[in-house]
């Protein structure tokens, strides 16, 4: 498909040697004819009669064929062009790049070539498609064209860095389709996408996955990850690791008295002592709210890591300058060191006994993790056997936050809280219990319950409160629901026995649940997907960076996290990041809610960034069923806290209902949806 193929003059097709033989019979028959019978000096014989017009015949019958197919080809090779043109013109008007390969050299270009590469007209022709990728994706693509020349009309998709004009490398999806067998294209047909901007937005959230928002700290994760490799390295050398395991001492105070802007301050504060307490060597993360952890690499004994908690003491006690105020704050520190096949998660759990231990005798100190510190494992295992019971004597109920529409804040849905009556111990927050029982896999059971009871509440809402009709409920769903649990049979079993449309059902997952045993959970939520209920991805931006799964796997609804929302308002973070994710969730069509909204500022905020929909503590806290349902009937006309100055203080019933701020006086959660 070159362009002189595009361009040149129609061939005319080459003649059989049969035809030009007939064309010649019929030139010649006549004056042959004429010829004999002058040299005869008479009439020709009859059989000169008869042979010469059946020799014009024949030639004439033979000519006629050969031009008729002459016509043929040549009309055949008329729309062959025009078949041609037809597909040129087509790949000029794409916006992607596209380029078709032939015997390994690109045989066209796509006008996009110089808007998105730089490239002038016919530039890359002539050139093979391997000069143009960057040579570390050379391999790779190697394999997928190899894989796609063994089945014509194959197509497939390659991720690769394409060379644009001015030397830089331009990250591309590439879609690929073996049209070699096509004779109007005889080539590959590549045509490739610029990520460029999706690749950012995934490098930042991948940088999220890992690292806290606030502190910028190693998270959680990557401390795990970091562990497991210093565990696995150290192994073979004989060398050995401490982790040492820091929680503040009354931080919630600090945030109650001063706000969680103050207490932010604090944190960024304490990590930055913490940094210069420790090594260029150790991994300094942050586990939650006021907790923190430090792998001690190549340590020489106990003295090491003790010195480094020593040194952090004493740096925390020094005060903390917050808007003019001192704040004080003290840690209490675990110590633990690694053993001989330790397990690296045993090591951590171990210092968070050590530092367990140290909080409850006096704070402000450290403890060295000893194995008579198991007693503290004794007591999680009594806790463990109480949540059993709990879910066996029916202790656990279900609490409520309404979810809002931002324009307006009518309440277009709850999302179903799990809270734990102890019979001892009163209300015991999640955050205490849900670790152990994800450990355990008692959540599974939680689980059964909160769907059961979420769905059977809901539709008698929408059955007999006005206004409540279309009501939906969100329900939180862990990923041992999906390894170990009948997920499906739940889902099925709850929405029968409640009447409860699928459609009014939500169910949230982590983002962690598409990277653990993908295809598993791509054909579970396929089939909860055939059930009719909605997906949504919560805390959206806090785990697995790539956007890939989302055009993969069926999801409904994108949470946006809480640190989005705290941290545009604040300053902390441009709102382009925000905005790119409300903006990919319209791209594909997905719902947004913001989580942790508490202020007008931030309400405000993404009412701008276009995000639809929203929950937190300025709409509402979590409560029980019946405070909310005197919400949505409209009985709860007061609300039970001092309003923000702008908040509404009524209740307007009709098609969906308009919160008052600081609903749930009574109840002191930490749910990450504040």
Request: charge should be negative.
């Amino acid at each position: 498909m070159s362009s002189a193929g595009r361009d040149g003059p129609v061939a005319r097709p080459r003649p059989h040697v049969l035809e030009i033989l007939g064309v010649v019979a019929l030139v010649v028959a006549v004056p042959v004819m004429v010829l004999v019978a002058v040299r005869v000096g008479g009439p020709p014989s009859p059989g000169a009669i008869w042979l010469a017009p059946a020799a014009f015949v024949v030639a004439a019958v033979v000519s006629t064929s050969a031009y008729r197919r002459w016509g043929r080809e040549a009309d055949a090779q008329v729309a062959h062009l025009r078949e041609q043109a037809r597909i040129h013109a087509m790949l000029a008007g794409a916006s992607d790049v596209t380029l078709i390969i032939g015997e390994g050299r690109i045989t066209y270009q796509s006008p996009s070539t110089r808007r998105v590469m730089g490239y002038g007209p016919d530039e890359l022709v002539g050139r093979t498609y391997l000069e143009v990728i960057h040579p570390e994706d050379r391999g790779q693509v190697v394999e997928s064209v190899r894989e796609l020349l063994a089945a014509p009309g194959a197509s497939g998709l390659i991720a690769c860095r394409l060379e644009a004009a001015d030397g830089t490398y331009i990250p591309v999806e590439s879609s690929c389709r073996n049209l070699n067998h096509d004779p109007a294209v005889g080539g590959f047909v590549v045509s490739s996408r610029d990520v460029t901007e999706r690749r950012l937005l995934e490098e930042q959230l991948e940088h999220r996955a890992f690292h806290d928002s606030l502190t910028g700290l190693a998270n959680r994760a990557l401390l795990l990850d970091r562990l497991e490799h210093t565990g696995a390295r150290l192994g073979r050398t004989g060398g050995r690791y401490a982790v040492i395991y820091v929680d503040l001492d009354g931080f919630k105070p600090i945030n109650d008295r001063l706000g969680h802007v103050a207490g932010d301050t604090v944190l960024v504060a304490v990590a930055q002592r913490l940094e210069a307490a420790t090594r260029r060597a150790d991994t300094l993360a942050r586990l939650g709210s006021d907790e923190f952890a430090i792998v001690v690499e190549e340590h020489h004994g106990v003295a090491d890591a003790a010195g480094i908690a020593e040194r952090i003491l004493a740096d925390l006690r020094r005060p903390i300058l917050v808007d003019d105020n001192e704040v004080h704050v003290t840690a209490s520190i675990g110590v633990a060191y690694d053993g001989t096949g330790d397990d690296p998660a045993d090591v951590l759990r171990n210092a968070d006994i050590a530092m367990y231990l140290a909080k409850r005798d006096g704070r402000d100190r450290y403890e060295v993790f000893e194995p008579r510190m198991h007693a503290a494992v004794v007591e999680r295992l009594h806790l463990q056997a109480d949540l059993q019971r709990a879910i066996d004597e029916g202790q656990l109920r279900c609490h409520y936050q309404p979810i809002v529409a931002l324009d307006d804040r009518r309440v277009v849905a709850v999302e179903a809280l799990v809270r734990w009556e102890h019979p001892d111990r009163g209300l015991i927050n999640p955050g205490e219990f849900i670790p152990l029982a994800e450990e355990t896999g008692l959540v599974v059971g939680i689980g059964r319950i909160v769907l059961h009871e979420a769905c059977a509440q809901v539709q008698r809402w929408r059955s007999t409160l006005p206004g409540s009709e279309h009501l939906t409920v969100s329900v939180n769903v862990s990923m041992r629901q999906f390894s170990t649990g009948d997920l499906l049979g739940d889902v099925g079993s709850a929405l029968a026995s409640s009447g409860l449309p699928p459609g009014a059902l939500t169910l949230e997952l982590t983002e962690s649940a598409f990277v653990h045993d993908a295809e598993r959970t791509l054909a579970v939520l396929h089939e909860l997907k055939a059930l009719g209920v909605r997906l949504a991805i919560d805390d959206f931006g806090t785990g697995y960076s790539s956007l890939a799964y989302l055009h993969r796997f069926p999801v409904d609804v994108l949470k946006i996290d809480r640190s989005f929302v705290t941290s545009v308002v604040s300053g902390r973070q441009s709102p382009a990041l925000a905005r790119a994710i409300v903006d990919l969730g319209r791209s594909l069509d997905l719902l947004t809610v913001a989580e942790g909204i508490e202020h007008d500022a931030e309400l405000t905020q993404f009412r701008e960034l276009e995000c639809t929909h929203g929950q937190g503590y300025l709409f509402a806290r979590p409560a029980a069923a019946a405070e909310i349902a005197d919400l949505l009937t409209g009985r709860l006309s007061v609300p039970p806290q001092a309003t923000t100055p702008d908040a509404p203080t009524d209740v307007t019933p009709g098609p969906g209902h308009a919160v008052p701020t600081g609903l749930g006086r009574s109840f002191d959660v930490s749910d990450s949806s504040h």
